[in-house]
């Protein structure tokens, strides 16, 4: 309460932030829950990914269980690049 005084927010300014930092709250919930559902499949292609290409992999499903995504991490040009010829060397 006592950022809203220093910061004089008006009642509809507070509702708004109060409003912010719930939907915050509830997407880094719901970020979580899907992080503790991983299949143990998805968990094993990512070990096996991550050691094949050396970086860090994760594979995010769309929750809908039609798709995702695979994330790669690089961590400089000569690295992705590293990465690349991998990729396409299979």
Same mark, same amino acid.
């Given at each position: 309460?006592? @950022? =809203?005084i220093?910061?004089?927010?008006?009642?509809?300014? /507070?509702?708004?932030?109060? *409003? #912010? &930092?719930? #939907?915050?709250?509830?997407?880094?919930?719901? *970020? @979580?829950?899907? /992080? *503790?559902?991983?299949?143990?499949?998805?968990?094993?292609?990512?070990? @096996?990914? #991550?050691?094949?290409?050396?970086?860090?992999?994760?594979?995010?499903?769309d929750?809908?269980?039609?798709?995702?995504? =695979? +994330? =790669?991490?690089?961590?400089? +040009?000569?690295?992705?690049? #590293? &990465?690349?010829?991998?990729?396409?060397?299979?």
């Amino acid at each position: 309460m006592g @950022k =809203i005084i220093e910061m004089s927010l008006s009642v509809r300014e /507070t509702e708004k932030a109060v *409003k #912010r &930092i719930g #939907r915050e709250d509830t997407q880094t919930n719901e *970020k @979580k829950a899907v /992080t *503790k559902q991983k299949d143990a499949n998805v968990k094993a292609a990512e070990i @096996k990914l #991550r050691r094949q290409l050396g970086t860090q992999v994760q594979i995010i499903s769309d929750g809908k269980g039609t798709g995702g995504k =695979i +994330e =790669i991490e690089y961590y400089s +040009e000569s690295d992705l690049d #590293r &990465i690349y010829q991998i990729l396409l060397s299979k």
